[in-house]
């Protein structure tokens, strides 16, 4: 039998199964019937064709997209009056990496929202490549809040994640009750010229066999690879050894595709469809209070995150002394305080 048949069989079965145990159980009180309705009634999204109805499904809802010709993923994790919805990085990346905030947020009393973004993790994944630019991801950003009913709700972002939230409050701030950019600066050119800066600290030997890989255009060989993952990203991406599996699971799991679209085929070189982008002369639009997070190692230049919130009317920066690109992880005490400290002010 194939994958397809054995699941529709499987399917079948459990739902016989299911109808006999529901004539063995006796009807619950009318108190704990009560209580249930009022609980499902709040808490229950009506019938979308995507998520069963009448279930917990641990905080996860599927969410459609362009008009409901994809779907995404997303997941609540605590409760809270302030709502944080987390945009991971890349370009595609997945949530996973994020689970950091898990730890932090929710026993603050903070509500946090995962979400993957088309073409990563648990979203539809559509071989087509006409999706993956910047104006449409902020419609899907916009369709995702939506999708979930948010209002006047914090957004999070992380690297591309960071730029993504900066072109979503420049559109559809009214709905944003906080921003927080983290390890994003505002420009492609700002951002070159610290990458570049980083790697002069390689030593003399490294550095001359990677500036004749790149002189080839030898983005995918195993040489190259290695001087980034032994050399570089260990020092500005995340500085503790081992990395954490959620790190480990954002290279894993990473979309090419989109990632060489938009970036390119390296961190070192801006060559997608994002190579031009700039908006240091916009940040005085966003009127919402913002935090910029960056971090001393990190491959972003931590004055840009300064200059940033500078030029946010309400902006403020937090610079972690020990981090890198993840100092959620490797300076976690020190950014979860201060991003803690931002939310709590919201």
């Known amino acids: 039998m194939d994958r397809r048949g054995f699941l529709t069989t499987a399917a079948t079965s459990v739902a016989a199964g299911a109808v006999t145990a529901c004539a063995k159980t006796p009807a619950p009180s009318t108190s704990t019937s009560a209580a249930t309705s009022a609980v499902e009634a709040i808490t229950t999204p009506k019938p979308d064709g995507l998520n069963p109805v009448g279930i917990r499904t641990?905080?996860?809802?599927?969410?459609?997209?362009?008009?409901?010709?994809?779907?995404?993923?997303?997941?609540?994790?605590?409760?809270?009056?302030?709502?944080?919805?987390?945009?991971?990085?890349?370009?595609?990346?997945?949530?996973?990496?994020?689970?950091?905030?898990?730890?932090?947020?929710?026993?603050?009393?903070?509500?946090?929202?995962?979400?993957?973004?088309?073409?990563?993790?648990?979203?539809?994944?559509?071989?087509?490549?006409?999706?993956?630019?910047?104006?449409?991801?902020?419609?899907?950003?916009?369709?995702?809040?939506?999708?979930?009913?948010?209002?006047?709700?914090?957004?999070?972002?992380?690297?591309?994640?960071?730029?993504?939230?900066?072109?979503?409050?420049?559109?559809?701030q009214s709905h944003l009750r906080g921003l927080v950019i983290s390890d994003m600066t505002a420009g492609m050119q700002a951002y070159l010229k610290r990458t570049a800066a980083l790697k002069q600290t390689l030593p003399a030997d490294k550095l001359a066999e990677l500036e004749a890989l790149e002189a080839k255009q030898d983005y995918d060989s195993p040489a190259y690879e290695r001087i980034m993952m032994e050399e570089l990203y260990p020092k500005m991406i995340c500085r503790i050894q081992p990395w954490p599996d959620p790190v480990n699971q954002c290279f894993r799991t990473l979309n090419q595709t989109i990632y060489n679209q938009m970036q390119g085929k390296s961190e070192f070189l801006v060559t997608g469809n994002l190579k031009d982008w700039e908006r240091w002369d916009r940040l005085h639009d966003i009127k919402v209070k913002t935090l910029t997070i960056g971090a001393a190692h990190d491959e972003m230049d931590p004055a840009d995150m300064q200059r940033m919130a500078a030029l946010i009317p309400g902006g403020t920066s937090v610079i972690c002394p020990n981090g890198s690109h993840m100092c959620m992880w490797d300076d976690q005490a020190y950014y979860f305080e201060h991003l803690l400290g931002f939310l709590k002010t919201i």
């Open 58 to 172: 641990a905080g996860i809802r599927m969410l459609p997209v362009m008009g409901g010709k994809y779907k995404v993923w997303t997941k609540r994790v605590g409760q809270g009056p302030v709502k944080v919805l987390l945009l991971a990085g890349g370009p595609g990346c997945s949530h996973e990496y994020l689970t950091a905030m898990e730890s932090f947020l929710p026993e603050a009393g903070i509500e946090m929202i995962y979400y993957d973004q088309l073409g990563t993790g648990n979203a539809d994944q559509p071989n087509d490549t006409s999706l993956w630019t910047l104006p449409r991801y902020v419609e899907e950003v916009e369709e995702v809040r939506k999708g979930l009913g948010l209002e006047q709700f914090v957004l999070y972002g992380h690297s591309w994640g960071g730029l993504l939230a900066l072109e979503y409050a420049l559109k559809y």
